[in-house]
């Protein structure tokens, strides 16, 4: 069964300081994977897209890695703000339709506090 | 940002009403999504559509019913609306797949629908 799993379910960090977040998935054939921030009330934003042959994709503070050997991916957050307080969902893609199907996570839930 | 929207943003509406979620994209892509989200949950894709006169059903099961006459417009329809169909639902869009970018998916910001 496809499926993709996140940890830590919630965080809270204090502003300024670092945090990664984790990724396990077992979609196969795998196309690539995706990191989303969806804030409160709000529908998702992409911040990474990597495919298989890619290992790390950088967004401004947020930098993502890919293993997809061990099939796990990373988003670190560099320098928390405020404003990245949100939902972040793993979302990855197989190759096995033409649609191109996504297999989302359930999130890590970010508070980052002052 | 996107340019995909989604109307009413919140509904409440009462027990055995007909409702019409919209949504409409500027971006001319072919294919469109209609996924349903609890809170804390993940999405489930619900619709989706590869064009015009396309619908197909998602993963999960809904009573919902989709519509594609325009390659603008994908609204989602509930006949007869139940409490257990209070949830937040979210359209997306993609381009044609011509390489993994084409893969994006576009969101709008939802519609919180609470069924009393």
């Known amino acids: 069964k496809n499926q993709v799993e996140q940890s830590p379910q919630s965080l809270i960090i204090l502003e300024g300081k670092n945090c990664t977040l984790q990724?396990?998935?077992?979609?196969?054939?795998?196309?690539?994977l995706r990191w989303y921030k969806q804030d409160t009330g709000r529908g998702p934003v992409s911040l990474t897209i990597?495919?298989?042959?890619?290992n790390t994709k950088s967004n401004g503070r947020y930098t993502a890695t890919l293993d997809a050997d061990t099939k796990q991916s990373s988003l670190h957050i560099t320098a928390s703000q405020l404003s990245d307080s949100a939902s972040y969902i793993c979302?990855?893609?197989?190759?096995?339709?033409?649609?191109?199907?996504?297999?989302f996570g359930r999130g890590t839930q970010l508070t980052v506090w002052p | 940002e996107a340019d995909i929207y989604q109307t009413p943003r919140y509904l409440v509406i009462g027990t055995g009403k007909k409702i019409t979620l919209e949504c409409s994209q500027t971006?001319?892509?072919?294919?469109m999504y209609w996924y349903q989200q609890d809170p804390g949950m993940e999405l489930h894709l619900i619709h989706y559509?590869?064009?015009?006169?396309?619908?197909e059903k998602g993963d999960l099961s809904s009573e919902s019913t989709v519509s594609r006459i325009r390659t603008e417009h994908f609204p989602l329809t509930l006949e007869s609306a139940r409490p257990s169909h209070t949830s937040q639902y979210l359209c997306?869009?993609?381009?044609?797949?011509?390489?993994?970018?084409?893969?994006?998916?576009?969101f709008g910001p939802g519609t919180r629908l609470t069924v009393t």
């Open positions: 971006m001319g892509h072919d294919k």
């Open positions: 990724c396990n998935y077992t979609v196969s054939p795998f196309s690539n």
């Open positions: 559509s590869y064009g015009v006169n396309s619908t």
């Open positions: 979302v990855v893609s197989d190759r096995g339709s033409t649609l191109g199907r996504l297999y």
């Open positions: 997306a869009s993609s381009a044609n797949p011509e390489g993994v970018k084409s893969y994006e998916q576009y």
């Open positions: 990597m495919t298989f042959s890619e």
